[in-house]
């Protein structure tokens, strides 16, 4: 089944809605994390140290991924949730320029007028 507008804009919209969850989830591991770092350094009433920074470090890959998400959504969208091309058999992937009648000479698929382009040479 050829995909419209707008079951593709569905699709595009829960894509986004999941990475944002998943930035989210990101976040507030590296978020929790961190802060029972900080608990635990306040206990033991010590300064900074490298084991406070060994854990930052330990953690930030964390925060890393949920930046990448939120900043780099839109091309994940549209990489993900791509718009079937007009002129390739969404069954097989066979060009169809230049058919006369509405069927895929590769796979057999029906389809519709508006999938199909007009002849590149008239006989």
Same mark, same amino acid.
């Given at each position: 089944?050829? /995909?419209? %507008? %707008?079951?593709?804009? +569905?699709? +595009?919209?829960?894509?986004? !809605?999941?990475? +944002?969850?998943?930035?989210?989830?990101?976040?507030?591991?590296?978020?929790?994390?961190?802060?029972? $770092?900080?608990i635990a350094w306040l206990y033991r009433g010590a300064a900074i140290?490298?084991?406070?920074?060994?854990?930052? #470090?330990?953690?930030? /890959?964390?925060?890393? =991924?949920?930046?990448?998400? #939120?900043? %780099? @959504?839109?091309?994940?969208? #549209?990489?993900? #949730?791509?718009?079937? !091309?007009?002129?390739?058999? /969404? %069954?097989? =992937?066979?060009?169809? @320029? =230049?058919? +006369? $009648?509405?069927?895929?000479?590769?796979? =057999?698929?029906?389809?519709?007028?508006?999938?199909m382009r007009a002849p590149t040479t @008239?006989?």
């Amino acid at each position: 089944m050829i /995909p419209d %507008a %707008a079951s593709i804009a +569905r699709k +595009r919209y829960r894509m986004r !809605k999941t990475l +944002r969850f998943m930035a989210l989830v990101l976040f507030m591991i590296f978020f929790l994390c961190e802060c029972a $770092e900080l608990i635990a350094w306040l206990y033991r009433g010590a300064a900074i140290d490298n084991l406070a920074l060994q854990e930052f #470090v330990l953690y930030s /890959p964390f925060l890393a =991924g949920a930046a990448f998400l #939120v900043i %780099a @959504q839109g091309r994940l969208i #549209v990489w993900l #949730v791509p718009i079937p !091309k007009r002129s390739v058999c /969404p %069954a097989c =992937g066979y060009h169809l @320029q =230049g058919l +006369r $009648e509405p069927r895929c000479p590769e796979c =057999g698929l029906d389809l519709p007028p508006a999938l199909m382009r007009a002849p590149t040479t @008239q006989d």
